[in-house]
């Protein structure tokens, strides 16, 4: 690159929750990052970036970061701070603690820690071999993908399933529960690709998305039905004879089971009264799907959020294996495909710390074991890092009570003052991508992308591992783990040595940005086309042999802490149940509350990330509510006018946006919003309930009914309470 003197680039990689993990470059102009762009090098980035990093640079920049360490100083959640020094934050957090650990044991304790960073050092795992150590409360942390992840264990094993860049070879390619064009981006071009070869795409999504506007078919089921629109296929599959009965015979199990199942209980009839998508469409989907060979799936994050959500995976995924769909290039399903990165998870998160019969808190219920902890243990502190509870997760009135708690000690570490970061007693300053050292691994692709550090971190902000480090050392932790670079880090939780690290170094990584794991070539891999599925049968398990002790969480999302799991018993064959709360499952609720409520991820945010930002806040607009026309006539509300959107968990408004791109009985409003930038002081997760779906404790942020009623609040603006600039002395957030 030709770049005068003061003008440096370095190669980056995006730290957001997001399945594309893009490569980056940093423009360094005189030491201060001025632009932010995509690598242009970089097979899945391709020179873009998403509408959400388009600001990454300025992000950097934004005034009202948090730069020091701080004290409140006034009412718990009153959002008042003064600056204090790191030592001092550190002696106080170390004597809270032990104070804490002496009368109440250190269970009292516990991380709250997610992907609002995703890299391999500074990421989910960041901290737990710390608090593992500490003996605290194991978290679980099931918001994305564990639900999936569980369901995929449990029929294909961990395999990093179809390659996403091998869908330029699909032959018809169906998007189940995404919204590529806004949370896949990347993916995109090469399902075009495909498609300019004659692929046919289908999108099922219960809304009229950007992505399902695009496509060849849409099919809107019911929310939450999505595995009996997949059981009635099966359906069609069998009676019809379209099963590959070689690839059944060899590489599946449980055929016999299913096939006996899905004809007594699963008739087309049946499923097009569950799902409400008519018989003839889903003979028509089960036909063409199972007849055009070369059939890949790419599984959405949102099929899990409901209560049937894992049954929905299992059910999807065995399509692929009762049409053989693995043993053409491009064929099969994709959920993630982090399962083939070669981390060295127990040596990251050190469970062999973890004492046997150590309680587990699931993150999603943590306003429940804030407020009323079934097991009766209380909890004195929380340490919250990487997340953002009062924006994303479930029941925030129950989690803003318990963080109100005078008894309890919460530290967060934040790059803004957010809704949760407001009722801190100690804060600290965490910094940002271009300020830190990070290898990324991916949940949408197969490569890993290195990240420089370009630029100094501002103020006293550190690292992620810096502040694990500084703890480490405050609480007198002994041993090498707790001194070692970031560079070692990298060096050391990754498995080098694998085959599918085969020719890439960390040099390598430092000098080109990125590699791609040896998992064989784009145009002609096929994973499983012999079968060869990591399970106890090394077949694909129509009848899961892996659910004897019941529901589990995959052990990444749980420190890798293999006891204390969830274990309620598991139907061994895909089936549908209904939702928690629906018309079918609960009618009287529906009478008060008659619409189900789906919160997809917003365009203009990443999660709750860049929504304090008014160049985002402007790109994504204010809080929509979108509605059926029919719904909306006879609510007498009108496009565009205000509404209140509630249950007996909360309320929250938005602005209507009526037509026909939701089914009727069905609201959508996206997350990402901060509570404390509304006019209410709430958002959309103030409606969900904190209840698990069946596998993996995933969320059930798409199984709620809510009443809508107009809210006769004009003129409402975002950011009209926006949060006002960070000093170095005192925060003051009204
Ligand atoms: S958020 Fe996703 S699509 Fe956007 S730049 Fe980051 S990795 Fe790429």
Avoid at 84 to 107: H, M, P, Q
Avoid at 184 to 201: C, D, F, M, S, T
Avoid at 461 to 470: A, G, I, K
Avoid at 614 to 643: C, F, H, P, S
Wanted: proline share 6%; with cysteine; hydrophobic share 35%.
């Amino acid at each position: 690159m030709n770049i005068p003197a003061k003008k440096k680039q370095f190669l980056g990689a995006c730290p957001q929750d997001c399945p594309d993990t893009c490569a980056m470059v940093y423009d360094v102009e005189d030491g201060k990052l001025t632009k932010v762009t995509g690598n242009k090098e970089h097979p899945i980035t391709r020179g873009g970036l998403c509408v959400k990093l388009k600001d990454f640079a300025d992000h950097h920049y934004n005034p009202d970061r948090i730069l020091y360490p701080m004290r409140r100083v006034g009412e718990k959640g009153g959002g008042q701070f003064e600056r204090i020094t790191w030592d001092e934050a550190l002696a106080e957090i170390r004597s809270r603690w032990t104070d804490i650990i002496d009368e109440f044991g250190s269970e009292a304790i516990m991380p709250y820690n997610y992907l609002g960073h995703e890299g391999t050092i500074n990421g989910l795992f960041v901290g737990d071999a710390f608090f593992n150590k500490l003996g605290s409360t194991v978290a679980e942390k099931t918001f994305c993908a564990s639900g999936s992840s569980t369901a995929w264990l449990m029929t294909v094993g961990p395999s990093g399933g179809v390659d996403p860049e091998s869908f330029a070879h699909s032959k018809y390619i169906v998007l189940w529960g995404v919204n590529t064009m806004t949370t896949n981006l990347h993916h995109w071009p090469i399902i075009q690709e495909a498609r300019e070869k004659g692929a046919k795409v289908v999108v099922i999504d219960p809304v009229s998305t950007r992505t399902a506007k695009a496509a060849d078919l849409h099919i809107r089921p019911r929310p939450g039905t999505d595995a009996a629109l997949a059981l009635g296929m099966m359906n069609v599959i069998i009676s019809e004879g379209l099963v590959d009965d070689e690839y059944v015979a060899e590489h599946t199990h449980g055929y016999d089971e299913l096939k006996a199942r899905v004809l007594d209980e699963y008739s087309v009839d049946r499923c097009a009264g569950i799902t409400g998508v008519p018989a003839e469409i889903i003979r028509e989907f089960a036909r063409e799907y199972a007849t055009t060979k070369g059939q890949a799936i790419r599984l959405g994050v949102a099929l899990e959020r409901n209560h049937n959500g894992g049954q929905a995976i299992r059910a999807i995924t065995s399509l692929s294996g009762l049409v053989g769909a693995w043993r053409y290039p491009g064929g099969g399903v994709l959920e993630m495909p982090l399962w083939e990165f070669p981390l060295n998870y127990d040596h990251i998160c050190r469970p062999d710390y973890i004492k046997p019969g150590t309680r587990v808190v699931n993150l999603t219920r943590i306003g429940e074991a804030l407020t009323e902890p079934k097991d009766g243990k209380p909890l004195k502190s929380l340490m919250v890092y990487n997340a953002n509870p009062m924006s994303q997760a479930p029941e925030q009135n129950k989690i803003r009570e318990g963080l109100m708690r005078e008894d309890l000690f919460v530290v967060c570490s934040e790059l803004f003052i957010t809704d949760t970061a407001k009722y801190a007693d100690i804060l600290l300053p965490a910094c940002m991508q271009a300020e830190q050292e990070e290898l990324m691994f991916s949940w949408g692709h197969f490569y890993f992308t290195y990240n420089h550090k370009a630029i100094e971190a501002p103020g006293e902000t550190v690292p992620n591992t810096e502040l694990f480090r500084r703890l480490a050392k405050v609480m007198e932790f002994e041993g090498d783990d707790w001194q070692r670079s970031d560079t070692q880090m990298i060096k050391d939780y990754v498995n080098w040595d694998s085959h599918l690290m085969e020719g890439i170094t960390y040099d390598l990584l430092r000098e080109e940005g990125y590699a791609r794991l040896k998992i064989g070539d784009v145009a002609t891999r096929t994973p499983h086309a012999e079968g060869n599925f990591p399970t106890p049968t090394g077949k694909l398990e129509f009848l899961t042999t892996q659910a004897d002790d019941g529901n589990f969480v995959a052990p990444p999302w749980r420190s890798m802490y293999t006891e204390m799991q969830p274990g309620e018993a598991v139907d061994k064959l895909p089936s549908h149940s209904e939702p928690y709360e629906s018309t079918v499952s609960t009618p009287e609720l529906a009478k008060k509350y008659p619409f189900s409520i789906i919160s997809p991820k917003s365009h203009g945010f990443l999660n709750s990330q860049f929504a304090n930002e008014t160049t985002q806040q402007l790109r994504q607009g204010e809080q929509v509510v979108i509605m059926n026309e029919d719904d909306a006539r006879n609510l007498g509300i009108e496009e565009g006018q205000m509404v209140r959107v509630g249950n007996d968990r909360g309320e929250f408004v938005g602005r209507a946006k009526v037509g026909t791109d939701v089914i009727p009985g069905v609201i959508s409003a996206s997350l990402g919003y901060w509570p404390g930038l509304s006019l209410t002081g709430t958002a959309v997760n103030c409606v969900s309930s904190d209840r698990n779906a069946n596998l993996g404790m995933a969320p059930t942020y798409s199984d709620n009914l809510v009443g809508v009623s107009p809210a006769n609040l004009d003129n409402i603006s975002p950011g009209s309470d926006a949060i006002p600039a960070t000093t170095d002395k005192t925060v003051v957030r009204a």
